[in-house]
């Protein structure tokens, strides 16, 4: 089980420096009122859109005016590709509980095979002359 007070971060490595983009109310009232849809932040930062990928960065990492002013240069020391897997991650897990794109698919093929096996089962139920129907 994870904790679930760090539920949610994605950790990234520049130049040997360890980063941690953290899900904070702050974080997410932010990117959420600057973008209405997460799947398009997600299309935006895929697609090497460095203003959407330095917002993502500054609010995951808890950044102040005075911090922000890094970005830039965090930015090309990485690389822009390097930073589209961390920060698309981060906006996926901020927008689905702290769950990676990963465990969201398991939970809804589960999800999906449950009701089926459930309605499955009514059929079988309803046409089993034993039951009166």
Do not use: C, W
Request: aromatic share 6%.
């Amino acid at each position: 089980m994870s904790n679930p007070l760090t539920k949610g971060e994605v950790r990234f490595t520049v130049e040997g420096t360890e980063h941690v983009l953290r899900p904070t109310m702050a974080a997410f009232s932010q990117i959420n009122h600057r973008y209405d849809d997460y799947a398009d932040l997600i299309r935006k930062i895929t697609r090497n859109d460095v203003s959407a990928i330095a917002f993502v960065l500054r609010q995951g990492l808890g950044y102040s005016d005075k911090e922000a002013k890094t970005l830039p240069s965090l930015i090309m020391k990485a690389g822009v590709s390097a930073l589209i897997e961390p920060t698309t991650d981060f906006v996926f897990r901020m927008f689905n509980a702290g769950k990676s794109p990963d465990e969201v698919m398991k939970e809804e093929t589960a999800k999906l095979a449950a009701e089926a096996e459930g309605a499955e089962g009514a059929g079988k139920d309803a046409a089993d002359p034993l039951l009166g129907a």
